[in-house]
């Protein structure tokens, strides 16, 4: 079965395209912008990725969830076509559009058929510029997220992921939920939608990324044709502030009955420009990211069965760089998990990594990057994300190297540089029965 097993992967890997063979253009379109494009006429298929530099960050005060709500309407009609209309029209010809937000970003995926491209775009610019934003679609999409948001308050691992970003960005935009708040919610009208449209989606914010049967001319085309109204000259540009806050080492309590206790911790990450990034990321996949091979999983799970499941992450916002990960155990084990979890920490500071370790988590890495380019959706998703990273296009070429130049020293030295268990916060969801000096939340 095993042998099978490597068999088919082999065969599958072979079909794959390596990274470093990646053919990834630069497409020069309205005033020097640059989008990114792989071609791939294997299928008449295309997939376009854009991004502007416009998320729930920049909510209005008292508006928050102002970006969500505006992405979650764009698809409910546009033009002088209804939102069944319009929705009709998309599933008749088989095009994808959706909007959604993050923090930072303002994304939308195109995904069509190429002989449907001219469409797909007319589309595209009527959900943009001419959104209906009727009061019954707008006052429905907000009861959903009201309900949602509502919902959230009940779910252990829901009430957790707000807490966590109230005590690691309090008094910045990012500890606020994408959905906004439901007060917040209720307040925001038409015009609020419009204007941030109007004030946000601009050249000057936008990234683009694209793979398919498209080719360098063809995109250009298009981009010029419908993104060249959005350069917004006269619009005031809004701007997510830097988070400054330095992390308190304490432990965090929100007491709810559960018969099992969720534990996140975070600490001081490191940004992607940094010179020891890949030492980061390598270093994390051997303590946290490596699933069940990683050390955190080995020694509190395997070991001695303390855990449900352990992780880390490294985690970057535009404004902020953290390092994360998280744990379910039973309530009387709470304390135990997290003594070991800073044992760990302090371990990998002290004694390193393996050569062998080290070479398993670069085969890894390397290897298993390949398998997420295995379509044009995956690959326009990987060229968006790594030009948000603020990386260059040679990034392709070259990642496997940045890898294989990590060494065993490298790894220390950012280990010492992150892992700083004086500067880690923990947070428990549940009801421990052993823990002391903790700060009920």
Do not use: C
């Not at 990725?49 to 209005?60: L, M, V």
């Not at 914010?205 to 419908?226: H, M, P």
């Not at 449900?308 to 309530?331: E, H, I, P």
């Amino acid at each position: 079965m095993k042998k099978l097993f490597f068999i088919l992967f082999f065969l599958i890997l072979s079909n794959f395209t390596p990274l470093n063979a990646l053919d990834v253009k630069e497409v020069n379109y309205y005033k020097d912008k640059k989008a990114w494009l792989v071609n791939d006429g294997n299928l008449p298929i295309v997939a376009i990725k854009f991004a502007f530099k416009a998320g729930s960050g920049i909510d209005p005060k008292g508006k928050k969830g102002t970006a969500n709500l505006s992405a979650s309407l764009l698809d409910e009609g546009a033009g002088n076509y209804s939102a069944k209309e319009f929705k009709k029209i998309l599933a008749d010809n088989s095009i994808t559009l959706n909007f959604n937000v993050s923090h930072d970003n303002f994304y939308i995926d195109l995904y069509t058929l190429k002989e449907n491209l001219d469409l797909s775009f007319q589309l595209l610019d009527l959900a943009l510029t001419k959104p209906l934003f009727k009061l019954d679609e707008i006052n429905r999409i907000k009861s959903n997220i009201k309900l949602i948001l509502e919902q959230s308050y009940k779910d252990p691992d829901e009430i957790g992921s707000r807490l966590f970003r109230e005590i690691l960005f309090e008094g910045h935009p990012y500890q606020y939920d994408i959905l906004g708040l439901s007060e917040d919610v209720d307040q925001i009208n038409k015009e609020d939608l419009e204007n941030f449209l109007q004030n946000n989606l601009r050249t000057d914010n936008l990234y683009v990324a694209a793979s398919g049967d498209i080719s360098k001319v063809e995109l250009k085309k298009y981009l010029n044709k419908y993104l060249k109204k959005f350069d917004k000259k006269n619009t005031k540009k809004s701007y997510i502030p830097v988070h400054k806050k330095e992390i308190q080492p304490k432990i965090f309590l929100h007491q709810k009955d559960l018969r099992q206790s969720n534990i996140l911790f975070a600490g001081e990450g490191i940004s992607r420009e940094d010179p020891y990034f890949y030492s980061a990321y390598i270093m994390n996949y051997i303590l946290g990211g490596g699933g069940f091979i990683s050390k955190l999983t080995t020694e509190i799970r395997e070991k001695r069965g303390l855990v449900y499941s352990v992780y880390s992450y490294l985690y970057r916002y535009d404004k902020y760089n953290f390092f994360s990960g998280g744990a379910q155990t039973s309530n009387e084990n709470v304390d135990k998990v997290i003594k070991i979890i800073k044992e760990e920490l302090i371990k990998i500071k002290k004694e390193g990594v393996t050569k062998k370790e080290l070479k398993n988590a670069k085969n890894y890495l390397i290897n298993s990057y390949v398998l997420r380019l295995d379509s044009n959706k995956k690959v326009a998703s990987i060229l968006l994300n790594t030009q948000l990273d603020g990386l260059n296009i040679d990034f392709f070429e070259k990642r496997n190297d940045y890898i294989n130049s990590v060494s065993v020293e490298d790894i220390k030295k950012v280990a010492n540089r992150i892992l700083d268990e004086n500067k880690i916060f923990f947070l428990i969801v549940g009801n421990p029965s052993n823990l002391k000096n903790i700060n009920k939340i």
